[in-house]
Structure formats: C-alpha cells, structure tokens
C-alpha cells in the first residue's frame, strides 16, 4: 500500500492561479461572446527581445555542429553567464559575488520552492502576508506547517500582516524565528523595500541567528536608484541571507526558463550539535544531485540579456510595463480608487470597492468588465479586500480595461 504524503491534505483548494483559470474557463463558456481582459497572473506579454532571439539563433547551430556541440553542462551554470551575472547585477551594485556563490536553474518558482529542503523540519518560519504562495505551500508539503485555520493561516507559520500602515512593507518581528521569506519588490502589493527596512531586517537576521530567503524576482522593476535591488547591498546580509532572481519577468523568459540563486559561503546554518556548516555546501549538493543544469542554448540567452543590445532592449520593455502600471495607477486612482504601489513593479495593489470581498470583487469584475483580476485572500488572509491588477498586457488592452473598469465601478 502506497500511503501517500499527508502534509498533502494540509493545503488549501488548489493553487491560486489554476483555480482563477478554472472560475474564468466557466464564465468563459457561458458567455462565448465576452472579449475577456486578463489582467490575472503574472506573466509577460511581449516577445523576447531582439538580442535574446539572435542569441538563441547562434546557440542553436552551434549545437548543430559537431565541434561545438555540447551536451551537459556544468551544473551551477556556464561560466560565461555566471561572469555576466556577477558583473552587471553585483559588480555594479558594488556588491562581489562568486562564481561559487551563483546557482543557475531554470526557474525562481522552483528554487523558491526547492530551497526549504535544506533546512531542517522543525525549523520555524515566517512570511509576510499576502504573500508569494509558494513558499507557504512547499513548507506545507514538507511539514513545517501544518492545518489552516478558518481564517487560511496555517499551524507553526507566523504571519505578517502587510498593509498600509506598514506601507505593504512590515518590518522584522519581536520574536525569533529561523527562516524569513521576503519578496522586494513584492508579489502581490507591489511595494518596494527601502534601505532602512531591508537593513532592520538584517540586523534582525543577524542578531536571532535567523536566515533570509529573498525573492528579488522584480529587482529590474524598480525605478528608484536609491533602493536596494539586492540584499547584498546591506551590510552583514552575506552572513544571513540568500537571494533568489529570475530573467522571467526582467527579460521576458516565463517560457524559456533560466533563474539564479545566491547562497554567500558566509551563509550558515547549524548542525543538532551546534557545529557551522555553510548552506552553499547543502545547495550546491542539492542542486547537483537533483538538477542536470539549465540548457546551453538558454544560458547564452540569459547571457544575451547583459550584452549592450539586451540591457537596452529588456530595459525598454520593462518601461512599457511600468508605464502600464502607471495608466492602471492613475486611471484607477482618478475613477476614485483606492490604489497601491505599481511603482517599483507590474502590479498594482488596490482595495475592493464598497468594502467587496475579493472573490466577490472578482466575479463582479468579469461579470460587469469582463477583466480578469486576483483576488488578494488568494495570496493569504492579509489580502481579503484588496485585488492585485497585472501591468502585464498589450496598451490596448491596459486602457480598454481601465475604461471598462471606470465605466463599471468608477464615480
Ligand atoms: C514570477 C515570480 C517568480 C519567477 O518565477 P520563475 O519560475 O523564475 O518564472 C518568482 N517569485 C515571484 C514572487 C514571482 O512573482
């Protein structure tokens, strides 16, 4: 008899964005003439950039030759893309990462997922709330969490509530706890963290033997250059943090796949008998034994998106992005709601109108709009009575929604 893994019964209806795919799938169905706005998940809309495609071109026949054919490649990545990576997202930072420290895989999804795994099970986390559901639902799997309440919280995960006291940015907790997930900017609320609360957080992390998992999956969003885009920009957070990032929404890669993790050789965690052991040694054995390595042909796209062309071509089409973000921002914030962030991300934070639910706001978005949302309370109870808009469309369909909005709800 095959039992099957209870931690699995501890997790709540499916995963958010199958679950809007399904509820729209329906209305879809019965309304086949609604010409449908998805401004839902997260994910890019325009084509790769120019460099990246000619990248992927050159790499192709490359494989096509038989002296420059390659089959496995080094598992934490080709020098050529590590170099790149510690060159223009750190080096001109004034941030040095090594080659060593650097872990390329094909998504930050699964390296966000994936990287609980060498932690022990009994070590206590936190998350921000709402939050990125990944992280909530691997430690789940894992069983470091276990039922939800009635409120969707579930046993032995400590929440904190992002809202707008805390400017959807809250600061670290009194209490100790091991493993801190942070996302900056964030998915879902948009917000950016600033300098002095990254740096309370790893003065934090420093002084409670705490480790940080920071999802920078948006760095390329922020506008800002005052803001930290990595946490290496603080001091001591070698020592405390790790660092997740991806080319999928800076480059356009949700279905090509390539991402990066850093894990510092300062970056430690300790053994039942109290001993040091360096978390880059546990990754790097994870990621050898589980992972074969990200496709050469994608790595010299990945590289591509550093050379001169792809830093100008990427940096154009996240600022048709950002100025998305900035019609929904202030399209929606003139019709008289309540609107969030959208200015450091491709999202934007905003509270339901006349006190909805955000399911209730979401069925009414596509009954009345036929614009596709998400409702906050899917990424966590914190998000009840907000919605989450995605910069992520064609312009014209940014402003048709934003009419259609206004013209449903709007004063
Ligand atoms: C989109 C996103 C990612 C990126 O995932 P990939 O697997 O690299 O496509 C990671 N974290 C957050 C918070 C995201 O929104």
Not at 247 to 265: E, I, L, M
Request: proline residues 6%; charged residues 25%; negative net charge.
């Amino acid at each position: 008899m095959a039992r099957i893994n209870e931690h699995y019964r501890n997790l709540q209806a499916g995963y958010l964005f199958p679950e809007i795919g399904r509820r729209v799938g329906a209305f879809a169905q019965a309304h086949p003439d609604a010409a449908i706005i998805r401004l839902g998940i997260g994910d890019v809309t325009l084509p790769l950039a120019r460099a990246v495609v000619d990248a992927l071109h050159a790499a192709v026949d490359e494989m096509a030759r038989p002296e420059t054919f390659r089959g496995y490649g080094p598992e934490n990545g080709y020098d050529f893309l590590l170099d790149a990576i510690r060159e223009h997202d750190y080096g001109a930072r004034g941030v040095e990462v090594s080659a060593d420290e650097i872990f390329v895989s094909d998504g930050s999804k699964q390296d966000s997922g994936n990287i609980q795994e060498i932690f022990g099970s009994d070590c206590s986390l936190l998350v921000t709330d709402p939050v990125y559901p990944v992280y909530v639902d691997t430690n789940v799997m894992a069983g470091r969490a276990g039922a939800a309440d009635d409120s969707g919280r579930h046993a032995g995960i400590t929440y904190l509530p992002a809202n707008e006291a805390n400017a959807f940015t809250p600061g670290p907790p009194d209490e100790r706890v091991d493993l801190a997930y942070l996302c900056s900017p964030n998915n879902p609320t948009g917000a950016a963290m600033d300098r002095k609360t990254l740096t309370a957080w790893v003065d934090w992390a420093r002084a409670h033997d705490a480790v940080i998992l920071f999802d920078a999956a948006y760095d390329a969003f922020i506008r800002d250059p005052e803001l930290p885009r990595s946490i290496y920009e603080v001091e001591g957070a070698r020592e405390c943090a790790i660092e997740m990032r991806s080319f999928s929404k800076r480059a356009g890669f949700t279905g090509v796949r390539c991402a990066y993790t850093v894990v510092p050789a300062a970056c430690t965690g300790t053994t039942a008998s109290g001993e040091r052991v360096p978390l880059r040694d546990l990754w790097a054995r994870r990621h050898t034994t589980r992972f074969n390595g990200v496709p050469y042909i994608i790595q010299r796209a990945a590289a591509a998106v550093f050379s001169p062309e792809g830093r100008k071509q990427t940096a154009e089409q996240v600022a048709f992005y950002m100025e998305n973000a900035r019609r929904i921002r202030e399209g929606l914030g003139a019709a008289g709601f309540t609107v969030f962030a959208g200015e450091h991300a491709p999202y934007i934070w905003m509270r339901t109108p006349d006190g909805l639910g955000s399911w209730e706001f979401f069925y009414r978005l596509l009954a009345e709009a036929h614009v596709v949302g998400t409702p906050g309370s899917g990424f966590g109870p914190s998000g009840e009575g907000f919605f989450r808009i995605s910069a992520f469309n064609s312009r014209e369909n940014v402003d048709e929604a934003i009419g259609r909005i206004r013209g449903a709800f709007g004063s």
